[in-house]
């Protein structure tokens, strides 16, 4: 009698017999399909010497027969091998330059021939391939695979070859290949590709016409068309997934470059669809491109809340860490100047989903949250800088990071100056590792200038004077390095002997486009730092004297008890502000804007400088022609450009435009257009900024005329406010959204895509 158990033990024995019955069955199945008939007859095409073949010919398949050559032809060979796999795989780069090496008489010029040739073919340049392989010895190879190329690219092969098979053609010939130099021309003519052919050449040309000519897969492809969406709003279903691994079975080997096309597109399709399980469905089944093949990257973004208002509860911090730190180093298809900037960009994902966290986990209530840590994002973007000096993005970020942290007010002096040395540090890096970076040098040397570290700062001065720039500032630098050094030299008594040759080598070198009425106050400046009480009597005793007077005594360290007098001047004139004239008051906003755009602010500025701006402002708000019909003054222009950089016409998030900023002349006039720029990039939002985008143009305008220092000044600001637009139509997500992009923008922009037959017949889908 028959157990339980035995009886488990026979059925199990019936499924697996039936399992290996249904497998034989869908084999023999499927090897009667035309896509596996052609599968195995290409993989069964493998290269044979035939009787006297050149040795040299049969070395490129063979190895054993390559160790024969010598040390000359067996690095020709391997260089014709090398070549051969890069056209082959639709990327020919460099590979044909590099075979430039082989001289004319080698026996290998014909393969180099052959491969021109080749590469011709593989761009449907028949012609050309045709031409080239015109001149290939017919006794050799390289013209019997040229005769079955160009053979497949006719519409009526023939059912039998014109003549006999390459062994008896040879021999009916009565020719010896190995008696032919390599460099002769064959005298006889071809008269025909079609009189070439043989059995076995017939043969290939048929193949090749089938696999590269026909493309039996992208044929077989118009089947997913035909696959009815079943599911609303879904981009990508199961049946499409299903059809596609059946079909990635058929064709891999065939058309492994379409087969990865497909995949991608499938993929992108799932991470732009509302369903996360097909998302993953794709991404468990379908390879991504060369440098995320398992689709980990994508994951990290898909699970985003930027690119997902539902995401998945996985740890996306330990995908990313997967992908960074396994995948990627252990990627061979990508060189390894790549894999760093690809490493740059993920350690940037990583501080990008440190700055989304608040929002991601705290929804309506994320303001209550604590805010991101600067102190992480700090240390990701160091990482990514360390990966690949030269991303720009990264140092833009990183930069960002300590701005952020300088903005607040209520900062300790010791915290403000130990984070803006560290600053210096990361802006010295960033000139090292990008050299143009000039904006940055400059305020590297700004900060390096007056913080007393001339020696350090000099290299960066001989750098910027030598080079040839837009940028007037980086010209002007040697005299600003000489003005401070004269600063410098004021610290103490012994050296004041030299600061008025400092100064006199400045005066040399002042700039065109900037006054020089401050040039006599500080000369008179030094003078006081050395003991003459009366040098600055010389000087009138209105407001702009008396600050001119005051700025240039304390750059030249005077001390303070010898600068109570100047203060009480100042304070006089700002007592009786409003009756200075409007001319008057120009004058002091053209001297503050000259200190303002070369970064020598005296300290005493913020105790009085807006306060003199803001009667000047009522004055323009009260009457309007004040403005408008004196913009060709450069000094109204200049007192408008520093009233916005001081945040006159904005907060930080909202814009105050008066009445004399909003005139009802079109376009805009360029001075407006710019003040109105300033004054919307010094928000820290961009909400709304898209509006204003017809500020460009007249702001561009601009830099058509006045001095050198203006055109600049037009011109960047235009293109800084370009980026910003840019970066407000990505995203919303501070100095870092950007970087999101990088990896994510092209696969949201078919989100918004129609799927109608009309719009995808004309993006050429249909």
């Known amino acids: 009698m028959v157990t339980k158990a035995q009886k488990a033990v026979q059925k199990a024995r019936r499924k697996e ?67 051969m796999e890069h056209i082959g795989s639709y990327m020919p780069g460099d590979a044909l330059e590099a075979l430039h090496v082989i001289p004319r008489r080698s026996p290998y010029s014909q393969w180099r021939l052959f491969l021109k040739g080749l590469a011709a073919w593989m761009k449907d340049d028949l012609a050309t391939a045709q031409e080239v392989w015109s001149r290939l010895d017919r006794h050799r190879r390289p013209h019997r695979i040229a005769v079955s190329l160009v053979m497949a690219h006719c519409d009526d092969l023939p059912d039998s070859p014109a003549r006999l098979p390459a062994s008896e053609w040879i021999e009916s010939e009565g020719i010896e290949s190995e008696g032919i130099e390599s460099g002769e021309s064959v005298t006889e003519p071809t008269t025909s590709w079609r009189d ?61 470059d379409f087969v990865q096309a497909l995949h991608e597109t499938t993929v992108r399709r799932a991470f732009c669809g509302p369903f996360v399980d097909m998302f993953e469905l ?36 330990q995908i990313l860490e997967n992908y960074l730190y396994r995948e990627l180093p252990n990627n061979q298809e990508l060189p390894e100047p790549l894999r760093a900037a690809i490493a740059s960009h993920v350690h940037m994902l990583r501080a990008a989903e ?52 300088l903005n607040d007010n209520d900062l300790l002096k010791a915290s403000r100056d130990m984070l803006e040395s560290e600053l210096a540090d990361v802006r010295e890096r960033w000139v090292a590792a990008i050299p143009d970076a000039i904006e940055v040098r400059l305020k590297l040397v700004d900060y390096l ?33 000489n003005l401070l050094e004269a600063m410098r030299l004021c610290r103490r008594k012994s050296w004041l002997s030299q600061a008025p040759d400092r100064l006199d080598a400045a005066q040399r070198q002042w700039p065109k486009w900037l006054s020089q009425d401050w040039l006599p106050y500080l000369r008179a400046a030094v003078d006081l ?106 000094r109204v222009r200049a007192a408008l450009f520093l009233m916005a950089e001081e945040g006159f ?29 300033i004054a919307i990039l010094k928000r820290r939002v961009n909400w709304g900024i898209e509006t204003f985008a017809n500020l460009t143009d007249a702001v561009r305008s601009g830099a058509q005329s006045g001095n050198a220092f203006e055109r600049h000044f037009y011109h960047d600001l235009a293109d800084r406010f370009e980026q ?43």
């Open 354 to 405: 440190e700055i989304n966290k608040q929002e991601s986990r705290g929804g309506p209530f994320a303001a209550f949250l604590p805010p991101p840590d600067l102190n992480v994002i700090r240390s990701c973007l160091n990482d990514s800088v360390q990966a690949y000096p030269k991303n720009t993005v990264a140092w833009q970020g990183l930069e960002a990071v300590f701005q952020d942290r």
């Open 449 to 481: 200038l007056e913080n007393d570290q001339s020696d350090r700062a000099k290299s960066h001065v001989q750098w910027l004077s030598g080079t040839h720039t837009d940028n007037p500032l980086a010209g002007a630098m040697q005299w600003k390095w």
């Open 649 to 677: 016409f904005n907060s930080m998030r909202d814009l105050y435009f008066p009445t004399f900023m909003r005139p009802d002349t079109r376009p805009l006039p360029p001075p407006l257009a710019a003040t109105q720029s």
């Open 17 to 83: 017999k039936k399992r290996q019955r249904d497998q034989i069955k869908e084999k023999r199945k499927r090897v009667q399909q035309p896509a596996m008939r052609l599968k195995a007859r290409l993989a069964k095409q493998t290269p044979e010497p035939w009787e006297d073949e050149p040795i040299e010919d049969v070395a490129l398949f063979q190895e054993h027969v390559l160790t024969k050559l010598s040390d000359d032809l067996a690095d020709q060979a391997r260089m014709i091998r090398e070549a």
């Open 196 to 256: 070439e052919l043989d059995a076995d050449l017939l043969y290939h040309a048929k193949l090749v016409r089938r696999s590269h000519v026909d493309r039996v897969a992208v044929r077989a492809a118009q089947a997913l068309l035909r696959i009815p969406n079943l599911i609303e709003d879904a981009t990508v279903e199961p049946e499409h997934v299903e059809w596609l691994r059946e079909f990635t079975k058929d064709y891999q080997a065939i058309e492994p």
């Open 724 to 766: 910003r637009i840019r970066d407000a139509q990505k995203n919303e997500f501070g100095f870092l959204g950007s970087m999101m992009n990088r990896f994510g923008s092209e696969m949201d922009e078919s989100d918004n895509e129609c799927d109608c037959e009309d719009c995808r017949a004309a993006r050429g889908e249909l």
């Open 529 to 634: 730092r050395a003991g003459d009480a009366k040098a600055m009597d010389s000087f009138g005793d209105d407001p702009l004297s008396a600050c001119m007077k005051l700025a240039a005594a304390q750059r030249m360290r005077v001390p303070a008890a010898e600068l109570k007098s100047l203060r009480a001047e100042v304070d006089a004139g700002l007592a009786k502000a409003t009756e200075l004239s409007t001319d008057h008051l120009v004058s002091m906003a053209s001297f503050f804007w000259d200190l303002r755009r070369t970064g020598l602010v005296y300290p005493a500025y913020r105790m009085h400088g807006t306060k003199f701006l803001q009667i000047l402002k009522d004055r323009f708000d009260a009457d309007n022609h004040l403005v408008s019909e004196h913009l060709d003054d450069s």
């Open 282 to 317: 794709a991404a468990k089944h379908f390879q991504g491109p060369k440098h995320d093949r398992k689709n980990t990257l994508l994951r990290f973004l898909y699970n985003l809340p930027i690119n997902n208002s539902y995401p998945n509860n996985g740890d996306t911090s």
